[in-house]
């Protein structure tokens, strides 16, 4: 805003003062309101470079001090006002006020307090000795109105008047329908409930002093939040945020962020990319991953948008992205939820939030070295699990066997890290456990399971995420059948001679026909020996099928076929197996 206003030529602006009121009728049109002296000095200052009227008073009965022009009669005012807001020289919820609640002046410095409006107009030469007299003490407020009284200066508030006191109500959030200047049933009983909430009566109709607190709030903690509206070009986004609090920092492709001015852990990202709707749906799963968005909270994925919201203790986060015409744009909104008024920011940059012109941020505006980019993308960088192992699809509806060692103390555990699990089957006795997906999902393949005898001898692989979550796709380690049973010759265990990695445990243990012979078992630890690497266990199929039975899982037969070439295995192999992840 005072980027316009430094345009303005001062002499243009005032020729636009109204007539000034007499003592016994004045008006003022309120601009401003802040929390404190010096901020508010400092903005009256600032607007007497523009206006030659501006005045300043304390509000009673509150820490806030309004900024004014005036003083006119109601018609001059209501008609400077008009007329500024068409230039747009003062904000939009700029109201009039007619002086009730007013307190001790503080603009310009050494002007009188304002007289007793209950008592008689003063003559001359009390005006001329109140002018003298730069400390006298503050008129008293006016009684404040019965409902009759509130009814009947209410009736005389212009359409934008009640609209601007149906925004006040929305902005504290006591009002949620439509802003069209009609004070129903719904407007009423959001008054009745600011009004409470502010230790007043609630009889739904605010009275002149009520209204002028309500506003006067308003206007304080948007001018506290600093609300500005800008065009990011190269993002081609246009949005409200609050630049009292929030600067540009940097460009990360696909991010544009920036960064709180007091330090504090506020962080807002606006989020532009070329792109289509699978676009959109890697970027509502990549979002999910990271450190700045907690894991827990509703979210929600449709055609053309997605919106996400993250709560912890420490900090909550809210995302909203959507797609149109090949370009994917939103923005990402993290904070202390501490402080309850963000919730007031997030509706203005929703509300506000409009994707402008054909363009989307190049992905290649800013070139950087991987040490580089890690640094400018903290707090974005990807949410790590306590533990990743393998797992494999066990039927259509997305059922994943696993490993016990898997879910094992997991505040969350995840199917290729996006699709949330829970556990349905924990058998320590065997080490086997089954998860089912909280979401439907279509697996690629699901397991088909060997029924012949076992060929001692017979090569065998394992398909796992032997990495963790380092590699995108899983492993094929290849290796023999060593024994049918275990080393001390326990049954429900085949023994292998291969050489797994821990990331592997969970994986499926498959014949060169692709069929697979078991689940691969991690290795056994704390029993006083230690084992040859290439040593290796699985649960056998039999074992599987006896504990999912209950469940109602039914094991599938594997279709016979012949050997196949290892690079059409491994890919048969993969198309079943799971990263399995246990997040804290």
Known sequence: ?????????????????GRPASAQEQFWVQIEAQPNLTDAETRAR?????????????????????ILLGPYDRDGAEARRRQLLSENLIPRDSFLADGTGFGQPFWPVGAAALPDRTADAPTDAAADTAAATPDAAPAPALPDETPEEARASESLLSQTEREVLQEALKWFGFYTSTIDGAFGRGTRASMAAWQEANGHESTGILTT???AELLA????ERAAFGFETITEPEAGIEITYPAGMLQFDHYEPPFVHFAARDGSDLRLVLISTPGDRATLTALYDRLQTLEIMPPEGPRSLSEDSFTLRGESPDRVAEAEVGVSRGLVKGWML???????????????????????????????????????????LSGLELRKPRLSRSGFYVDAAGAVLTTTEAVAQCGRITLDGTVDATVTLQDDATGIALLAPVRPLSPPAVAGFQLAPDRIGAEVAVSGYSYGDRLSAPVLTFGTLADSAGLDGETGVKRLSLAALPGDAGGPVVDGTGAVLGMLLPRATGSGRVLPDDVALAATGAAIAELLAPKGVALAEAVSQGAMAPEDLAR????????VSCWD
């Open 1 to 17: 805003m005072m980027r316009v206003l430094m345009t303005v030529i001062v002499v243009l602006v005032l020729g636009l003062a």
């Open 572 to 579: 048969k192999a993969a198309r079943m197996t799971v990263l």
């Open 334 to 376: 993290a904070w202390d939820p501490s402080d309850a008024r963000m919730a007031r920011v997030v509706q203005e940059l929703r509300a506000s939030f409009r994707p402008v012109g054909d363009r989307a941020l190049d992905p290649g505006l800013v070139p950087l070295d991987e040490s580089a980019r890690q640094g400018l």
């Open 217 to 220: 709030g308003w206007q304080g």
């Open 46 to 66: 600032a607007w007497s470079a523009v206006f030659a009227d501006v005045q300043g008073f304390a509000l009673d009965g509150s820490d806030w001090y309004a």
């Open 209 to 211: 002093a009520q209204r």
